[in-house]
């Protein structure tokens, strides 16, 4: 044990604790790290244990800093938590109830436990309002899409973390056909045009792409390969970017996605295998 903000904390505990905060854009992890952990404490849940309950008062936000918890609404599991994932903080900074159950999984569920009132002031000092509103509407986003829908809760969230917002006014270019894309976007509102050189010299509009779509998708299955058609804003567009190494390394091991990349790069006319997907 050693002393945070005058408590007995683990030194495991404190750098898991530190580890969490530094994925959060605040100006001063450490001091936050001695602000929370002077009002914060560790709790531990055996397998099965309810830590919060669907509908109930939120009280406190949580850490995870060991162990696996599943995610419950209206009965359903939903998804899965683990190591650094946070949960509660809708509650503190919306109606006041918990959205949904939070249960512990599989062995020990070991969290880091900060006040309602501790939490508040570290995401208004922090404006960490806006950012935890628009993760979770992120991962909605990402989660009804053709492309990630039925994946686990962990992996869209690592998707929606990662995630980058970009807007486009009407007429700027996304992206364009022959440059080399490591890239692909989600579109989130607003219409793009697909478009395509043709041999006559001019341009071809191959497809309509609007919120929910995906374009881009062809440079992450065929990596180092140049774009095959450029996409355009019809309307002003937001976009999600995600990174093709932070989607290869997040859902690394999911077959469904390779397949989903492959099938939706044939429907469009794009030479593909299955094995250029990785």
Known sequence: KTLVAGRPFAVGDIAAILGALQSFPLRDPVYWLQVLCGQGRIETFSPGTTVVAEGTDGDAWYLILRGEADVVVGGQRVGMLGSRACFGELALLSDGK?????????????????????????????????MFQRFWEDVAILGTTRLFVGFPHEVVAGLARTAEHRRYAAGETLMRQGTVGDELFVIVSGETEVLRASASGGTDVLAVRGPGEIVGEYAVIQHGQRRTATVRASTDVEVLVIAEDDLHRIMAGQLPLQLRLVAMARERGLPVVAAAAR
């Open 98 to 130: 918990r959205k949904a159950t939070v249960r512990a999984n599989g062995g020990p569920l070991v969290v880091f436990r900060v006040p309602a009132n501790a939490f508040r002031d570290f995401a208004i000092a922090n404006e960490l309002g806006g």
